[in-house]
């Protein structure tokens, strides 16, 4: 079933066109008892009601232009973010529907909510008015389908009562109901966001709600759709499935809560239904161009998605997008952000006494291969940092913002320049400006290397590798003391002992011993590699 697509937008009609060619009807005030409706071209349903032509709320919703093969579930599904559906008529033969919500409120909510993004269904607009009736009488044999679809929808709503005081509302439903999905993401080579989420799980109906967070250093995610028929057909298609060529593989199951409560729109959680959420970082709630473009589908990253039920490739989104994907990040309609991939990073906040070059290369050499590095000259607490593409600027950006080096907090930020000049030929630059283009150091050079599967944030807990025979526990609990921090815990692999693992006090520590360990030289030419883990000890 292909999704429901959320663009930016357009006023919302109210009027009189909803008058169908198929009704009776004889004055704008006349009592309604008497109106047939045609719907699905054959069969006559009794629709009574009152009709008044002043365009005021109601409860009752007329949607107009539904594409042809479209189900009950869809338009449900459009509904069901502001309130319990309680009716539902389908005029097939005429492309419209009716939908009753429990609460005119619920209505005023979802017409204002639509007027300011205009609702699609498998990718046609579709057209929302408040309904001249103010209830649906729908003759229910007649109406069976759509009355089991409500059934079905409204049980699983039903079980849907948050306890006051949790982020996450839960209730006894068995899981192969829950319309929330859990999504684990393996060998996150490249960042996943949120928007790309969005994208992909979009294919099989209204998202409504994500949230993604880190729980044992592995990316997660919380994702609620409108009707746990979609989260089932996007489980089918999308589980074992990777986003990306050969990594960042889906791994789905059912949550058992059946509704997601989030609080903030920002790059960690958003709620589709409420553009009006604060960020949560103190600032105030998102323009409100800007919230309707978080609504808008991520086609704006142009990231051909090939997320096809039962497609068993990868969802095949090439390099290139995923750049585009890496830059976006979290910043789908966000003013002055090229979608293209930015590898240059600005990072400040430096501590000017100690930081050099090969230090910021061999720390953000982490998480891609850095090509140059420049200290500037007139501000030696910043630099600029050139990756060798935009998956890899972002994740050093995701990964090192915010963390100590050299006992100051650095903030990292994707930099306007597309390049880092190296100085001309016979300026001495005092050694600030760095080329690292040809470094045997760089750890993504071979493509499908071990390496892409084991990036991890930075961490307390270090992996040491190509550890010669003849170098022991000692040597390297001494090694490390000496980069000023202290050896908590320290363990060889049993299988292997060229690797091990060592855990430092802090994270900061660790980042230092890192900065001045790796490619160490321990004899019978052995350079020590050191990367950060996702294990304890």
Do not use: W
Request: proline fraction near 5%; charged fraction near 20%.
């Amino acid at each position: 079933m292909d999704g429901i697509v959320t663009e930016v937008a357009v006023g919302v009609k109210r009027g009189s066109d909803e008058l169908l060619s198929g009704s009776v009807l004889s004055s704008p005030n006349s009592n309604m008892s008497g109106v047939v409706v045609t719907a699905n071209g054959n069969d006559s349903k009794k629709f009574k009601g009152e009709d008044k032509m002043d365009g005021a709320p109601s409860r009752v919703l007329h949607i107009r232009k539904l594409p042809g093969e479209v189900t009950e579930t869809e338009v449900i599904a459009l509904g069901l973010p502001f309130g319990k559906v309680t009716n539902i008529l389908m005029l097939k033969g005429k492309n419209q529907a009716f939908l009753e919500l429990a609460t005119e409120e619920a209505a005023i909510t979802m017409v204002n909510y639509y007027s300011a993004v205009t609702p699609h269904l498998r990718n046609q607009p579709i057209y929302i008015q408040y309904s001249n009736h103010k209830e649906l009488k729908t003759d229910n044999t007649l109406n069976q389908r759509a009355q089991v679809v409500l059934q079905a929808v409204t049980a699983v709503q039903t079980a849907n009562t948050p306890l006051s005081g949790t982020t996450v509302s839960e209730s006894a439903v068995t899981p192969a109901q829950s319309p929330v999905l859990r999504i684990i993401i393996d060998n996150m080579y490249y960042p996943v966001t949120l928007d790309v989420l969005h994208q992909i799980f979009s294919k099989f109906g209204a998202v409504l709600k994500i949230i993604t967070f880190t729980k044992n250093n592995q990316f997660q995610a919380l994702l609620q759709y409108g009707d746990p028929v979609n989260a089932q057909q996007a489980k089918l298609a999308l589980d074992g499935q990777n986003i990306y060529n050969a990594c960042c593989t889906l791994r789905i199951d059912f949550s058992k809560l059946v509704n997601l409560n989030v609080k903030y729109n920002n790059d960690k959680s958003r709620d589709y239904t409420r553009p009006d959420l604060p960020s949560g970082d103190g600032q105030p709630a998102l323009d409100p161009a800007i919230a309707a473009a978080f609504a808008k589908e991520t086609s704006l990253l142009g990231l051909p998605v090939a997320a096809v039920p039962g497609a068993l490739s990868p969802l095949a989104i090439p390099n290139a997008a995923a750049a585009a994907a890496a830059a976006a990040a979290g910043r789908v309609g966000m003013p002055g952000v090229s979608a293209g991939g930015n590898t240059v990073l600005l990072v400040s906040n430096l501590n000017e006494e100690m930081v050099t070059p090969q230090s910021l290369f061999t720390l953000f050499g982490v998480y891609g291969d850095v090509q140059r590095v420049k200290i500037l000259y007139n501000k030696k607490d910043s630099a600029l940092i050139q990756m060798a593409d935009g998956n890899q600027s972002q994740l050093a950006m995701n990964h090192l913002n915010g963390q100590k080096m050299y006992g100051k907090i650095i903030r990292v930020t994707l930099s306007k320049h597309q390049t880092v000049q190296l100085p001309r030929e016979g300026l001495d630059d005092q050694g600030l400006t760095k080329d690292f283009g040809n470094s045997p150091l760089h750890r993504f050079k071979k493509p499908g290397s071990k390496n892409f599967q084991n990036i991890f944030p930075p961490s307390a807990t270090l992996h040491l590798s190509n550890i010669p025979p003849s170098v022991a526990e000692e040597d390297l609990r001494t090694l490390f003391a000496n980069t000023g921090g202290t050896v908590k815990a320290f363990k060889f692999f049993q299988r292997d002992h060229k690797m091990a693992l060592l855990q430092m006090a802090t994270v900061e520590e660790a980042i230092q011993a890192l900065i001045d360990l790796h490619n160490y030289n321990l004899g019978e030419n052995h350079h020590l590699r050191v990367s950060f883990s996702k294990s304890t000890i």
